[in-house]
């Protein structure tokens, strides 16, 4: 297919594009199966450069961090974007995007995608503030109703939008790319304990941070930033926990990518705050997988299933401090277990794998070919 002749999918997100690895991915699919990709999202002041990337990219500038400032802001800029370039079909990620895709897609008469990657109205974020909950509640009963293409992260979660709108939601998981190469381990004299991802409320941090004041032999690596990062930071200093947890801030995918094989342990213990963590299935803890690192979870249903169907880690019922070191003491230094769950590994990173899960994503695309 020539240049001249490639469809257009402008893909939109409220992040700063630097280290959200589902978008890259997309947009990488998309790029593959020859479509010309422009991929917007905003910048930050702290926002680091991109790395190559095959497909396009363009952040706004904002007046506005966060808030309904933020998204008003967002939206009205992105709105007037896109009713001024050319394309043939927008990506929408996430309730947050949708408003300014949904319109535009109307008044241009263009095919919409929407992408959700989370039960976006249920996050902790909103669940304790019911008048802001209330009107993104209001946005998603106007627009999802109205969608003819969608997809997201888990079964759940596409039954639940089924239930509630009547919209056919697709599942495309966030399961990475195959490693290609050898993963590097590193014999690590001290236990490697991992959390990668947004540092944010109702990930177990604290509790993860409080509990390896009864672990010896062991150091806890947060790789991520958010909203409490400060408190955390605090927490660890408080209790004089600074020699067994190091903070790296939110790392680029490709410097991920390497720390992650280094660990002993991952960590995804989300707390069942609201029904967007009770039906989390995050990228981390497939990214876990596919670094044959095994894990540690909470029992949260589709979390327990996949860690269930594949035998790759431990599940915990508790996130009290000392209950959870057990745990984690247990999947660190329980040799049995741990070779198991590294045969394991192996089989569960060759068949969750990007290259097999994208086959949704080309089916609902290649009518736009």
């Not at 999202?41 to 926002?47: A, I, M, Q, V, W």
């Not at 984690?328 to 045969?343: D, M, P, S, V």
Request: glycine share 4%; proline share 4%.
């Amino acid at each position: 297919m020539g240049k001249t002749s490639k469809k257009r999918i402008i893909v939109s997100v409220s992040n700063d594009l630097v280290s959200d690895n589902r978008v890259h991915k997309v947009c990488t699919s998309l790029t593959n199966m020859g479509f010309n990709v422009l991929l917007v999202g905003r910048k930050l002041s702290e926002s680091i450069p991109l790395a190559n990337r095959r497909y396009q990219s363009k952040r706004f500038n904002l007046i506005f961090k966060t808030g309904v400032l933020f998204y008003a802001e967002y939206n009205f800029s992105l709105f007037l974007f896109l009713l001024i370039v050319k394309f043939d079909v927008l990506l929408s990620n996430d309730l947050d995007s949708l408003t300014a895709n949904f319109l535009v897609s109307k008044i241009k008469n263009k095919p919409l995608v929407y992408d959700s990657h989370e039960y976006f109205t249920e996050v902790p974020e909103l669940i304790n503030r019911p008048k802001v909950q209330g009107v993104w509640e209001w946005l998603e009963r106007k627009m999802v109703p109205k969608i003819k293409y969608a997809y997201t992260v888990c079964d759940s979660i596409a039954s639940i939008y089924k239930e509630k709108y009547g919209t056919e939601f697709k599942v495309v998981r966030n399961i990475p790319n195959a490693i290609k190469i050898p993963l590097a381990k590193k014999e690590n004299s001290i236990k490697i304990i991992l959390y990668q991802g947004a540092v944010n409320i109702g990930r177990g941090l604290e509790q993860a941070i409080l509990s390896m004041k009864f672990i010896d032999g062991a150091k806890l690596i947060i790789a991520g930033d958010g909203d409490i990062k400060p408190e955390l930071e605090k927490l660890v200093e408080k209790e004089n926990l600074q020699n067994r947890v190091r903070f790296t801030g939110r790392l680029p995918l490709e410097e991920l990518s390497k720390l992650t094989p280094q660990a002993d342990l991952g960590l995804s213990i989300e707390e069942d705050l609201g029904l967007n963590y009770r039906f989390a299935l995050p990228n981390k803890l497939f990214d876990y997988i596919q670094a044959q690192v095994p894990v540690l979870i909470t029992n949260l249903p589709e979390m327990v299933a996949l860690v269930n169907q594949y035998q790759v880690g431990e599940i915990t019922d508790s996130l009290l401090p000392k209950e959870l070191a057990e745990k984690i003491k247990t999947a660190l230094f329980n040799t049995e277990k741990r070779k198991k769950w590294k045969e394991n590994l192996k089989v569960a990173a060759s068949e969750l794998t990007w290259e097999k899960e994208e086959k949704v994503l080309v089916e609902i695309y290649s009518m736009f070919i």
